[in-house]
C-alpha cells in the first residue's frame, strides 16, 4: 500500500476516494441529527427495543463474526486481557441487549426545563436540554462499545458515527446491522448510528477534521490514542483518559472487607478501565495485612511488582520500576506500595493517577470523608471496588466512557451528558431600553 492509498472495507482505495466517503458519512450524519433532535421520545423508545430483540436473534450471526476478530487477534499475539475485551459470547450478546433496554427505559434526555425564571420585565426564561448533534466516537477493541455509544447517541438524539478498532472490525460490523434495523423498524434514519467503514488509521485524520460535519469526538481507549485525538482534532473532545485506578488500604480498614475488595478491584476483569493498578497500603497494617491480601491476588494469577517495603515483606514480588507506578497494565499485575498515611497516600495518586477511579478501604468515616474531598478523579469510592466504575453500575443504563476531563462532562458519560442546553426567551412586546 502506498501513502497515497488507503483500505476501504476489503477494498484499496486513494486517500481523495477516502475523504469523500468519510464526508459522504459526515452529511447523511448531519441530515440524521436534525431528524433525531425532533423526534418522538416513543419513537426512538421502540428503535431501542427493537435493536435489543435484534441482537438475540442474530445471536450465532454476531458470534462468527465475533469468532473471525478472535482469529487476527489471536495470530498478532493479542494479550489474554485484550482478547477478553475483544470476546463475545452468548452471556454477553444478552448483556449488550439489556443494556439497550435499560438506554429505552430512561427519561427521554431532550427537551428537560433544567431551569425557569421570570425577570422584572416581564421576560420568561427557560433553559431546556437539547442534544449536541453529531457525535463521532472512537474506540478500540472492545466490540459492545458499538452497542452503548450507538445506543446512547439515538436516546440523547444525537447521530453517531463510529469508528471502532481494527481487531472488532467485524464484530462492530454485525451489532451496526442490529442497530440499524431498530431504526429501520420504527422509520428513523439508518445514518442515525453510522461507522466508519475501514481499519485504515487514515480515516481517523480526516474524521478529527471534519469539523462542518461533527460537533463532538469521544475518544475511549488508551493514551496513544487520546493524545493523537486531543493533538489533532480540530472538533471539540469528550476525553476517556486510561484508567490508571488506585485502591487505598487505610490504617483502619477491616481485613477481610479489604482482601474482598483489592481482589475483585484487581481481577474481577484486568482489561476494563476500572480495574485497580495500583495498591497502596498503610505502613502501620502492611506486617499483618499485605500478606493475606497478596496471598489472594498471587493465587488468582496475579504478579505483583512491589516497592522496596514489600519485596522485603512479600518474596513473591518483584521490584518495581519507576514506569509501574504510571503503567495502566489491563493485565494481571499490580505494582504495590506501603504510604505513610492518607497524605502520603493522597500525594501518590495526584502525582501518578489519571484522575479516573480511587478507593479507598477504611472504617474510619473521618479519613473517608477527607479522602473522598481531596482526591481529585472523576469517581472516588469508599470501601467499594474500583470495578464500580461504569455507567450501568451508577444506574445509566450504559456509558459511552468515563470523561476525566472537566468539559463537557465528566465521570460516566450516559445519555443526559450527551445533550446541551439553550434558552427559551418568551415575552409580550417588550424591547430593550
Known amino acids: 500500500m502506498t501513502a497515497d492509498s488507503a483500505v476501504l ?72 486481557a485484550m482478547l477478553d475485551r475483544l470476546a463475545l459470547d452468548p452471556a454477553r450478546v444478552e448483556a449488550m441487549a439489556e443494556g439497550l433496554e435499560a438506554i429505552a427505559r430512561f427519561p427521554d434526555p431532550v427537551g428537560r426545563v433544567l431551569a425557569e425564571w421570570e425577570r422584572p420585565n ?41 469508528r471502532g478498532g481494527s481487531e472488532s472490525f467485524h464484530s ?25 467503514p475501514t481499519s485504515d488509521r487514515a480515516a481517523v485524520g480526516i474524521l478529527l477534521t471534519m469539523n462542518d460535519f461533527v460537533d463532538i469526538i469521544v475518544p475511549r481507549g488508551g493514551r496513544g490514542l487520546i493524545e493523537r485525538v486531543q493533538n489533532e482534532s480540530r472538533i471539540p473532545v469528550i476525553a476517556h483518559l486510561e484508567g490508571l485506578c488506585h485502591t487505598y488500604v487505610h490504617a483502619a480498614a477491616d481485613p477481610e472487607m479489604a482482601r474482598r475488595i483489592v481482589l475483585n478491584a484487581k481481577m474481577r476483569r484486568t482489561g476494563v478501565c476500572g480495574a485497580t493498578e495500583t495498591l497502596l497500603i498503610d505502613r502501620a497494617v502492611a506486617q499483618d495485612q499485605l500478606g ?89 469510592l469508599h470501601n467499594a471496588s474500583t470495578q464500580y466504575a461504569d455507567g450501568g453500575e451508577f444506574g445509566m443504563g450504559a456509558e459511552i466512557g468515563i470523561s476525566t476531563g472537566r468539559l463537557h462532562a465528566r465521570g460516566p458519560v450516559g445519555a443526559e451528558q450527551l445533550t446541551t442546553y439553550k434558552y427559551l426567551v418568551r415575552g409580550a412586546g417588550q424591547v430593550r431600553p
Open 122 to 162: 416581564g421576560l420568561k426564561i427557560a433553559r431546556v436540554s437539547v442534544p449536541l448533534g453529531v457525535i463521532a466516537i472512537i474506540y478500540e477493541s472492545r466490540p459492545n462499545v458499538t452497542s452503548d455509544a450507538g445506543g446512547l447517541c439515538l436516546k440523547s438524539g444525537n447521530a453517531a458515527i463510529l
Open 172 to 196: 462492530s460490523a454485525a451489532i451496526l446491522e442490529c442497530l440499524q434495523a431498530g431504526l429501520r423498524q420504527v422509520g428513523l434514519p439508518e445514518a442515525a448510528i453510522q461507522r466508519v
Open 9 to 80: 472495507g476489503n477494498e484499496k482505495t486513494d486517500v481523495g476516494d477516502l475523504r469523500a466517503e468519510m464526508e459522504r458519512l459526515g452529511r447523511a450524519a448531519r441530515a440524521a441529527a436534525a431528524e433525531l433532535a425532533h423526534a418522538d421520545p416513543g419513537t426512538k423508545t421502540r428503535a431501542l427495543e427493537a435493536a435489543a430483540e435484534t441482537l438475540r436473534r442474530r445471536v450465532a450471526d454476531l458470534l462468527t463474526a465475533n469468532a473471525k476478530d478472535m482469529e487476527a487477534a489471536r495470530a498478532k499475539g493479542l494479550s489474554s
Open 292 to 380: 493475606p491480601i497478596l496471598d489472594d491476588l498471587v493465587a488468582a494469577g496475579c504478579e505483583i511488582r512491589g516497592d522496596e517495603t514489600v519485596c522485603r515483606l512479600e518474596p513473591r514480588a518483584v521490584p518495581a520500576t519507576p514506569e509501574d507506578w504510571d503503567t495502566e497494565y489491563l493485565d494481571a499485575i499490580l505494582s504495590v506500595k506501603v504510604v505513610d498515611g492518607l497524605d502520603s497516600a493522597i500525594a501518590h495518586i495526584e502525582r501518578h493517577g489519571s484522575h479516573h477511579t480511587e478507593a479507598i478501604v477504611t472504617a474510619d468515616t473521618a479519613a473517608a470523608e477527607a479522602f473522598l474531598d481531596r482526591i481529585d478523579s472523576a469517581i472516588v
